[in-house]
């Protein structure tokens, strides 16, 4: 019989799970609510996991997750939204849950190492993956590596900053706007166009919708994002100089997403001629959702080696 892993990635609103080979297909799928918010409940959350797959025979249990991670020892220095989560033993702790041997990895990490290992950046040696969401997940790989930096923290890219007296100001309200992720995520820029609309919210079909009928408030915040997108991209690519940078997040499922970008980084090169970097490809990320699944997988597969 082949050999059997479980995934899971433990998201803010469900834990989704599935049955997994070697060769990263999935045999098995599922999700259960994510009740976050204390060590208790999230134990017991995946306790509810550890019920689900009650019936397979698995090896281990490779899980993706926020925060700064220390995926060598199984230790989470923090936990993204997960506040509470710090310093914490965490594969240890779920693995107990289980009685598996346990990984734990950063979520946008697992998704850098998903697409190297298999995806859009899997016949090149350097590149990033930027995943739209809430905010802006990432990873980077050097030479089909994950690039973790010295503390796990490496990746962190809504944190690259666009305005720097604005980062250094005290008012809460000015956080976002100085940093990436306030331009870029989905969140920002179905959060602009209700803005522009006069709606108390937007989603990301509310905004598509609108840009495919030609509404100038969609077509100028999709506009705007790439514009904001491009140039992030190139102030990465002044320091790493890539090859390529994959695009994923629910939002990428439409091609407009990447090309939008792309348009963009085409014309600062064009404009700008003589930039003492090269321009990468932009592409749409390969796994879109599962992507996070298969990472965590790998990284259960290299630390077990």
Known sequence: ??????????????????IMNREGQFLAQGKVEAKTGSEEEMLAS?????????????EGVAISMPGRIDTARG?????????????????EKYGAVFGKPCTIANDGKCAAIAESWAGALADVD???V?????????GIVLNKQVWMGCSGGAGELSWLICDYP?????????ISPAMWT???????????????????????????????AGDPDAIAVLNDYAIWAAAGIVNLQSVLDLQRYAIGGGISARPETTTLIRDAVEHIFAVREGLPFSKP???????????????????FLRNQK
């Not at 019989?1 to 599935?18: H, N, P, S």
């Not at 995946?46 to 698995?58: E, F, G, I």
């Not at 920002?188 to 989603?203: Q, V």
């Open 75 to 91: 230790w989470a220095h923090t936990g993204g939204a997960f506040t509470w989560l710090s310093e914490y033993p965490a594969a």
């Open 126 to 128: 350097s590149g990033a």
């Open 281 to 299: 490809e932009i592409v749409t990320c390969k796994f879109g959702n599962e992507a996070n699944l298969i990472g965590a997988l790998a990284f």
């Open 46 to 58: 995946l306790a509810d996991v550890r019920d689900a797959v009650s019936d397979y025979d698995y």
């Open 166 to 174: 604005l980062l250094s100001d005290e008012a809460a309200e000015h």
């Open 1 to 18: 019989m082949e050999q059997q892993y479980l995934v899971l990635d433990i998201g803010g609103t469900f834990i989704k799970y599935a």
């Open 182 to 212: 306030g331009h870029i995520s989905a969140h920002s820029i179905t959060k602009e166009f209700a803005r522009r609309k006069g709606l108390e919210s937007a989603d990301g079909i509310m905004l598509f919708d609108a840009y495919d």
């Open 130 to 138: 930027i995943v739209l969401g809430t905010g802006i997940g990432g």
